[in-house]
């Protein structure tokens, strides 16, 4: 309660700072864009013509408070998701407690409740709030399945909150096969046709709370849409002959006759009389033909994308440096950058010694989490690598530095072990790719 209602009073704060805030960030402006036209036209369109380009849930949720509250009215979202950010940490704390200890429990949700990235991104219209909380709430009923007697009920929670969470962000819909194995292996011990009843029931709910957007998309698109038509063409643009070595995601603003859509429209001339599906799934083809062309230059760029994932979250300091949000004095930014990057340095370097130190006697949610981290991180890999995609992830991974809190003795005895010298190097690894990021974007400038 100490954690939630100082929390509250440190959310209050952040709302009465970006009382008034314009919308800086162009996804911000795209969001509330497509929520708009809900509101007026109750059309699902950018441009005025119906558009696939971005998963639906959380326009729809902007489009609701606008509806409630009024027009852009972003400080009423600010709230709600400020609102949202507290459910968050007592997710994570029910998750961390059920997994580790009430002691765990506590450490995970103050982590999590003042987690600055977490803070700002709650005042963004982005999707980081709403994405990180489904994501959050799905893990929790997936636990409380597996100790709650294997009641079906919990499993269709699970698949209905991971259907939401694919159309906040619509990396998670590429989960299907592995929650299938991974839902096998976790019910060993139970007869084989309910195995695979276990594994079948979360897809089947999965599947039937996207059906009637996916069903939507393919009819707009003329081509199988499942949640967006933006993932060919990100991919396209992060495996192609222009594609930026260092900044992959410096792609989107690649223009003239060096922009996707050329060379797509020189090797497809009808290519502009397309749809947007359409066109993404030619972006796919494109993208797949030529990493199978260039197989080692697409091993070192995924080896700087993967690193890139991983950066720190500058995203924050940078726009407060450019004025957003504030003309702040220069020492203040640089305060404000210096509490973000060490609360993720700390976070990170903790919870990989969580990980491998001091996991959860209950494997089953630790490999799971893993298994989420895994494969959003392996997704951006091989697409974009930017640092903003593993924010979401962060109050998962809090709660692994958690457990690290906690057995700290524990793994301090240990700490001529082989796993304390492989997360010791992990950990160096990471702090060498920061600097080395930080000097190439400085050379670059």
């Known amino acids: 309660m100490l954690v939630i209602v100082a929390g509250a009073v440190v959310r209050l704060g952040m709302l009465w700072w970006f009382n008034g805030s314009p919308l800086e960030i162009s996804d911000e402006r795209d969001f509330n864009g497509i929520a708009v036209g809900l509101v007026t036209s109750g059309e699902f369109s950018e441009g005025g013509t119906p558009s696939s380009m971005r998963p639906p849930l959380y326009p729809a949720f902007l489009a609701t408070v606008y509806l409630l509250f009024g027009v852009e009215n972003y400080q009423a979202v600010r709230t709600i998701q400020a609102a949202m950010g507290l459910a968050l940490s007592v997710a994570v704390y029910l998750l961390a407690k059920r997994m580790y200890s009430v002691r765990a429990g506590v450490w995970a949700a103050a982590f999590c409740c003042f987690y600055p990235s977490l803070l700002f991104s709650a005042n963004f219209l982005l999707t980081e709030t709403l ?87 393919t009819q707009v698109q003329k081509t199988f849409v499942a949640i967006d038509n933006q993932g060919g063409r990100n991919f396209m643009m992060g495996n192609y002959e222009y594609t930026p070595l260092w900044r992959a995601w410096d792609a989107v603003g690649v223009g003239g006759d060096q922009a996707w859509y050329a060379v797509l429209a020189r090797e497809y ?26 197989p080692l230059l697409t091993l070192k760029r995924s080896v700087i994308k993967f690193f890139n994932f991983w950066q720190l979250e500058r995203e924050v300091p940078a726009g407060l440096s450019r004025g957003y949000w504030g003309n702040l004095p220069p020492l203040a930014v640089w305060m404000i950058a210096l509490l973000i990057c060490a609360s993720y340095a700390g976070g990170i ?97």
């Open 131 to 217: 994405f990180s909380l489904l994501l959050a709430t799905a893990c929790l009923a997936l636990h409380q399945f597996f100790h709650g007697g294997y009641r079906l009920t919990w499993l269709g929670c699970f698949g209905i909150l991971w259907g939401l969470a694919s159309l906040t962000r619509s990396v998670l819909w590429l989960l299907p096969p592995f929650v299938f194995v991974f839902m096998l292996w976790a019910a060993t011990g139970l007869p084989w046709y309910r195995r695979v009843l276990v594994g079948v029931v979360p897809l089947v709910f999965f599947a039937l709370t996207i059906a009637p957007w996916s069903i939507r998309n």
């Open 269 to 294: 001339p009808e290519f502009f009389s397309l749809t947007q599906g359409q066109r993404d799934s030619l972006a796919m083809k494109r993208g797949l033909k030529f990493i199978v062309a260039h």
């Open 349 to 445: 370097w903790a919870a990989l010694f969580g990980a491998v130190m001091a996991p959860p006697s209950d494997r089953r949610m630790y490999v799971f989490v893993l298994l989420v981290t895994g494969l959003v991180c392996a997704v951006h890999t091989i697409v974009f690598g930017h640092s903003r995609y593993h924010l979401p992830l962060m109050p998962l991974l809090l709660i692994l530095a958690a457990g690290a809190v906690v057995n700290r003795q524990h793994i301090w005895q240990h700490r001529k072990s082989w796993r304390f010298a492989l997360c010791t190097s992990a950990c160096a690894v990471l702090a060498a790719s920061w600097v080395a990021q930080a000097i190439i974007d400085k050379a670059q400038l």
